[in-house]
């Protein structure tokens, strides 16, 4: 299976309205991969994310074409169990929100969706969610306590937990430090390192810094479409296209 | 900050003056509040004793207590509540989470909407008419609460529907990216965050419907005994309250009657405004 | 599982849309019996002198509601002239003059007073309002002035809350434009605010008059109730709710029919209103 591409996406376009946000990109994914899907605000990437699980099914008016495969399957295709989806797929979104309930049910919100509702095998599962996102130590003695008190940092890592409590296969991160202080930014870029080690990991970026900081391979997109991919040391240092150079040298963006 | 102004009055004076005026008419409505307040209670709060409340009326309520009467309203009142509000939430939800194309939402709103614009005097017409004639329940516990139930629905609906929709977008994305269904989220994240609201909406209607009187008095009847069941006619705190001071049967009695409903309403109404409130501060 | 998953979504959001048509449903009804139950009389006697017929005298068959037509247009009128500005006044003093804290305080009392029994209101008409007109302005008391005072108050509320509402929905960007250019609030009201609220004000108008239209206990205990034609705001008067209310318990066979047909006239007029409201907010949000 290592040959095969997690993610494919071919010639995938998609619509808001009558107004196209994803003129045909073409990319592969690999397993345990971590790619960092870079772009000024505007680029599509966003939408690019949020295709990947179909969460943009829930705004109206939109749609898409082309295909969108994950392990070979169309996700778009009919009969898809996009719950289902969604589980493997999971999301960490730009803003740190924590549900208002404790820490320990944030956690353990989507395995008991899941219908997972025995007690030690929850707490398992949150401790392991916690410890994978770096937060137990921090948060091991409050499980009970309202997850807003979390500061901004501690929330998005929860988030993070969040996901990897219904054990996804990838992970998709939609600017995940945009509202973070620079240490707790740090923290997040690092997990990520973590995280692809089991994990397939697809980040969302505006910030060239940051992709450059976080490594891994790039795709540069803009105005809906995908310029260029590559690894970060090529994009940054040999970029084949004259945009992503002027992105990446802050000519624009 | 004095400045050259054009000729005429003084505008800081209108100002003042036109300030003075509205404030006025707003101590004028509160003093109208306090005014029934008191008057009710000053006249009726000594006749409100415990036997008052616990016995049964004497000599078509001239003396004696309400005691049948609060079952009445109780009994009317919460099954009206238990009918409604399951309902209302249900026609909420689905109107703010379940809806793509618009004809649908669009009639069940216009339906929402046109109740709230009907009389009372109309669902009493309709109840006597559908509930107690045509469907033979009637004068009784059932009719009324089940007219009751049409007249406090679209409260109900609307309430909810502004408590659904102030729940946070991002909660629901959440929820739906961890894989939940569309009904996982509604019941996981989106009620349980409306739900003060839910039960403020909820509250409120039950003000409404326990003052309710040209409804219940054509739909429940005015029995003064107990009901044994749910097929027996009763007589609500209003109602009883209407005809005591209506024919002049007992002003004391009617006095009393009055206190308990006001104070009812009061404590119903401040409990429904303090959940906002508690919950309000709670989440911020 | 993830099949019986899905099968109890559907399921659920059928059941959902099924709930959600009940309030149509009802509505239907309504009209449905309402009209059913009231159109024999008023085909029988004719709409026209149904509508204009100034006698109503059951007992001999003979049936015409202007009386009560022109009693509640006359009742609801007053209330609004009543209403309107004491209801105005307050919401602007709520919305744009009184400190954050004093209208924490006022706005609750406001609903509060909607929350008041209408029997309550009609009493307190009845043992203050009523001896009081009786006593210093002449006549029985029982009258249009009484019943529209009650019903003034009683429609204060929802006409506070809306046009607050109104009042809010200007954006802050008018009144801090104005008050930058010098001008008091008084004449940022006046001349903006006032303005820019003006669908949201005619729509609480027009719901406080249906509300003051649809009202029968409180009316019942202060209008005096006769079958005449009110000479004087003195002068006792029935409305089309309150024919309804008085007549129903005892009435049978085409005299109850008559009672319906009543109901049939104020449905048709409150529907009216209902679209007049609905055109003048502009297709807002206009229930309350």
């Known amino acids: 299976m290592e040959g095969s591409p997690k993610i494919l996406a071919r010639d995938f376009r998609f619509y808001y309205g009558q107004h196209c946000a994803l003129k045909g990109i073409d990319l592969e994914i690999r397993r345990n991969q971590l790619l960092t899907i870079m772009g000024p605000s505007g680029s599509g990437k966003t939408t690019f994310l949020r295709s990947l699980n179909r969460l943009n099914d829930l705004i109206p008016g939109t749609r898409m074409e082309g295909s969108l495969e994950i392990d070979g399957v169309d996700i778009y295709s009919h009969g898809v169990d996009v719950a289902e989806l969604r589980r493997r797929v999971g999301m960490v979104f730009a803003l740190p929100v924590a549900l208002p309930m404790s820490i320990f049910d944030n956690v353990a919100y989507g395995p008991r969706k899941r219908g997972i509702l025995n007690k030690q095998k929850l707490q398992d599962i949150v401790e392991k969610a916690l410890r994978d996102a770096i937060l137990w130590d921090e948060v091991k003695d409050r499980l009970c306590d309202h997850a807003g008190r979390l500061s901004g940092g501690q929330q998005q890592r929860l988030s993070i937990a969040r996901v990897l409590a219904v054990e996804p296969e990838i992970i998709l991160l939609d600017e995940p430090t945009s509202g973070l202080d620079p240490l707790s930014t740090l923290k997040i870029e690092d997990l990520l390192w973590e995280l692809v080690r089991s994990y397939t990991v697809v980040l969302v970026t505006h910030n060239p810094l940051q992709s450059a900081r976080v490594g891994g391979d790039i795709a540069f997109f803009l105005m809906g479409e995908l310029v260029e991919t590559g690894p970060s040391s090529e994009i940054f240092t040999r970029p084949k296209d004259k945009r992503t150079e002027d992105y990446v040298s802050g000519k624009f963006g | 900050m004095k400045q050259e102004r054009a000729k005429g009055p003084d505008q800081h004076v209108v100002n003042r003056r036109m300030t003075a005026v509205f404030a006025g008419a707003a101590m004028m409505t509160v003093g109208v509040l306090i005014f029934i307040v008191v008057y009710i209670l000053n006249r009726g709060l000594h006749i409100v004793t415990p036997s008052f409340l616990s016995e049964a009326p004497r000599q078509m309520g001239r003396a004696g207590g309400i005691y049948p009467a609060i079952v009445g309203s109780i009994l009317v009142t919460g099954i009206a509540v238990l009918i409604a509000a399951p309902v209302g939430v249900a026609t909420a939800i689905y109107l703010t989470e379940y809806t793509r194309e618009d004809r649908l939402p669009r009639i069940v709103r216009f339906g929402t909407e046109s109740l709230a614009g009907i009389p009372s005097i109309i669902f009493g017409l309709f109840g006597f008419l559908f509930f107690v004639i045509y469907l033979d329940l009637g004068w009784s516990v059932l009719s009324g609460a089940l007219t009751l139930s049409a007249m406090i629905l679209p409260t109900i609906v609307r309430t909810s529907e502004e408590a659904i929709r102030a729940v946070p977008n991002a909660y629901r994305e959440i929820s739906y990216a961890l894989g939940s269904t569309r009904w996982q989220t509604v019941t996981g994240v989106v009620l349980p965050t409306a739900l003060p609201g839910i039960v403020t909406g909820v509250v409120l209607a039950v003000g409404r419907s326990i003052g309710e009187t040209a409804v219940v008095i054509f739909t429940a009847g005015t029995s003064l005994r107990l009901p044994k069941s749910l097929l027996d006619p009763v007589r609500t705190l209003p109602v009883h309250f209407y005809i005591l001071a209506r024919e002049g049967i007992s002003l004391d009695n009617a006095y009393g009657t009055a206190a308990v409903l006001i104070i009812l309403v009061l404590v119903i109404n401040i409990t429904a405004y303090s959940v906002v409130n508690r919950f309000a501060a709670r989440s911020r | ?288």
């Not at chain 3, 005072?149 to 429609?155: E, S």
């Open chain 3, 1 to 288: 599982m993830r099949y019986a998953v899905r099968y109890k979504e559907a399921i659920i959001e059928k059941a959902l849309v099924v709930i959600a048509l009940s309030a149509i449903a009802v509505l239907g009804l309504i009209i449905l019996f309402v009209f059913k139950e009231g159109s024999p009389v008023m085909a029988r006697v004719g709409v026209i002198r149904f509508i204009s017929g100034t006698k109503w005298a059951p007992s001999r068959g003979v049936f015409g509601i202007l009386p009560m037509i022109l009693g509640s247009v006359w009742v609801t009128l007053g209330a609004l002239a009543i209403g309107v500005p004491l209801g105005l006044a307050c919401a602007i003093f709520l919305a744009e003059m009184a400190p954050a804290r004093v209208s924490s305080i006022l706005k609750p009392s406001v609903e509060l007073l909607a929350g008041i029994p209408s029997v309550v209101y009609g009493f307190i008409g009845l043992v203050v309002l009523v001896p009081f007109i009786r006593r210093w302005l002449g006549g029985p008391g029982f009258s249009v002035l009484a019943a529209a005072i009650v019903l003034g108050i009683m429609v204060l509320p929802t006409i506070i809350s809306i046009s607050f509402d109104a009042f809010k929905a200007v954006p802050a960007a008018y009144r801090e434009g104005m008050l930058a250019l010098g001008a008091t609030k008084w004449q940022a009201i006046r001349m903006v605010i006032l303005p820019a609220a003006r669908p949201g004000i005619i729509a609480a108008v027009i719901l406080g008059l249906g509300r003051a239209i649809g009202e029968t206990m409180a009316v019942i205990m202060v209008a005096g109730n006769s079958t005449k034609i009110p000479s004087s705001a003195l002068a006792p008067v029935r409305t089309l709710t309150s024919n309804i209310a008085l007549e129903m318990g005892y009435a049978t066979g085409e005299h109850r029919e008559a009672l319906l047909a009543t109901g049939m006239v104020l449905f048709v007029v409150i529907a009216l209103l209902n679209v007049a409201a609905r055109l003048f907010a502009g297709g807002g949000r206009v229930s309350r």
